[in-house]
């Protein structure tokens, strides 16, 4: 358990679908985590209004974005994640004043080490939802669903696979 509530086996989760939605095997699956006080809202805010979306990923929600370590995003792509995806809010909205400006600082450093790991910085996205977005949540989606279609499954994934 780390100090903002998630768990290894929070993050150890995505490698199944959850939520009852059909999903074929070879689709890509992406997690995708969510400031408890903006994102989450626009996620809450997208199927409210029934805005359609691909079922490929796994939402976990977190209280600040400012508290998503690398390690969180690596082990997403440890456990089987094709992509990942940090959404917070808005700058100068963030609940906890500042967490939105630490989270943009932490995911330039994110980035490199993605591409000196061979996963590929196009494999991570980060963005600013706020509660009202359901559509933009919607549309962050589907985005990198067809960013991630297009690149393939992830090559740790295949790594782990040929190692056992």
């Given at each position: 358990?780390?100090?903002?509530?998630?768990?290894?086996?929070?993050?150890?989760?995505?490698?199944?679908?959850?939520?009852?939605?059909?999903?074929?095997?070879?689709?890509?699956?992406?997690?995708?985590?969510?400031?408890?006080?903006?994102?989450?809202?626009?996620?809450?805010?997208?199927?409210?209004?029934?805005?359609?979306y691909?079922?490929?990923?796994?939402?976990?929600?977190?209280?600040?974005?400012?508290?998503?370590?690398?390690?969180?995003?690596?082990?997403?792509?440890?456990?089987?994640?094709?992509?990942?995806?940090?959404?917070?809010?808005?700058?100068?909205?963030?609940?906890y004043?500042?967490?939105?400006?630490k989270?943009?600082?932490?995911?330039?450093?994110?980035?490199?080490?993605?591409?000196?790991?061979?996963?590929?910085?196009?494999?991570?996205?980060h963005?600013?939802?706020?509660?009202?977005?359901?559509?933009?949540?919607?549309?962050?989606?589907?985005?990198?669903?067809?960013?991630?279609?297009?690149?393939?499954?992830?090559?740790?994934?295949?790594?782990?696979?040929?190692?056992?």
């Open positions: 358990m780390y100090i903002d509530g998630t768990s290894d086996s929070t993050i150890d989760s995505t490698s199944t679908n959850q939520g009852g939605n059909s999903m074929a095997e070879d689709d890509v699956k992406i997690v995708m985590f969510c400031c408890n006080w903006c994102s989450y809202g626009g996620a809450d805010t997208a199927g409210t209004a029934r805005m359609q691909p079922p490929n990923v796994r939402v976990i929600r977190v209280m600040c974005s400012g508290r998503i370590e690398p390690q969180f995003i690596f082990k997403a792509f440890h456990e089987g994640a094709d992509g990942v995806i940090v959404a917070g809010c808005h700058h100068g909205d963030c609940h004043d500042a967490g939105n400006y989270l943009d600082r932490r995911m330039r450093l994110i980035y490199k080490l993605a591409d000196e790991m061979g996963i590929g910085r196009e494999r991570i996205h963005d600013w939802i706020s509660a009202s977005e359901g559509e933009k949540f919607a549309n962050t989606i589907k985005m990198m669903v067809s960013r991630i279609q297009g690149l393939g499954k992830s090559p740790l994934k295949k790594q782990l696979t040929a190692e056992a």
